[in-house]
């Protein structure tokens, strides 16, 4: 079993930067994949990045492709999504998710955080 905990969401300009942080619980986390998914108002869920289970591979969405990045420490049961150039259209509740094999499909994913909220203005 795996708990999830985001954290470092909040409000950011257009053209800047913030990280948030997915904490994990449970002594296997570093055996999972780990995943970034993000769902505005009135929209689908969306893959926005996927790491494996050594941070050896890495996985975008096309639409945050060159401006996110994420990472993993597997020693603090922490994954990062550090996001830059922020765009208003990233506003968006940001899910971390911990399951077999990262990728977007939300299938690969069986355990998930609440969320944190990510709001970009203009």
């Known amino acids: 079993q795996v708990q999830l905990a985001e954290s470092g969401g909040g409000l950011a300009q257009a053209g800047g930067s913030l990280r948030i942080a997915c904490a994990a619980s449970?002594?296997?986390?570093?055996?999972?994949?780990a995943g970034w998914f993000r769902q505005a108002s009135g929209k689908e869920r969306e893959f926005v990045a996927g790491i494996s289970w050594s941070g050896g591979r890495t996985y975008y969405g096309d639409s945050v492709k060159g401006r996110f990045t994420i990472s993993r420490d597997n020693a603090k049961n922490t994954v990062y999504l550090q996001m830059n150039s922020l765009k208003p259209e990233d506003t968006a509740v940001y899910y971390c998710a911990a399951g077999t094999s990262a990728g977007g499909w939300t299938g690969n994913y069986a355990y998930w955080g609440q969320g944190t909220q990510v709001t970009v203005s203009s």
């Open positions: 449970g002594r296997t986390f570093s055996s999972y994949a």
